[in-house]
Nanobody, 123 residues
Framework: VQLQASGGGLVQAGGSLRLSCAAS????????MSWFRQAPGKEREFVAG????????SSSDSMKERFAISRDNAKKTVDLQMNSLRPEDTAVYFC?????????????????WGQGTLVTVSS
């Protein structure tokens, strides 16, 4: 599967952005999909994931309150709605896929990655 992330940009603190990841290839509905992010000078971290059954996992309570992941198997897309953005949310956001029913927070367990989309939150 090939992944293409989009939707990043510059937003003021408190604003919202919606990231989208479009997948090509077969059997998208069999993939667990997740978003990771990598801030400047930091390691890549898990943001949120959604299994092919629709089960969701978020990395932290803060993200769970502000970010929402969703998927549309018919359109082969997974979105990340981000609200109440903070400057510390500035990062390159990546979508990733793995063939499993479970969401993993470990980036090494994902076989497929999109190219990343930059989100910059100004204060």
């Amino acid at each position: 599967v090939q992944l293409q992330a989009s939707g990043g940009g510059l937003v003021q603190a408190g604003g919202s952005l919606r990231l989208s990841c479009a997948a090509s290839g077969r059997a998208f509905s069999s993939y667990t999909m997740s978003w990771f992010r990598q801030a400047p000078g930091k390691e890549r971290e898990f943001v949120a994931g959604i299994s092919w059954t629709g089960g969701r996992t978020s990395s932290s309570d803060s993200m769970k309150e502000r970010f929402a992941i969703s998927r549309d198997n018919a359109k082969k897309t997974v979105d990340l709605q981000m609200n109440s953005l903070r400057p510390e949310d500035t990062a390159v956001y990546f979508c990733a896929a793995r063939i499993s029913v479970y969401v993993s927070t470990n980036e090494e367990e994902y076989s497929y990655w999109g190219q990343g989309t930059l989100v910059t939150v100004s204060s």
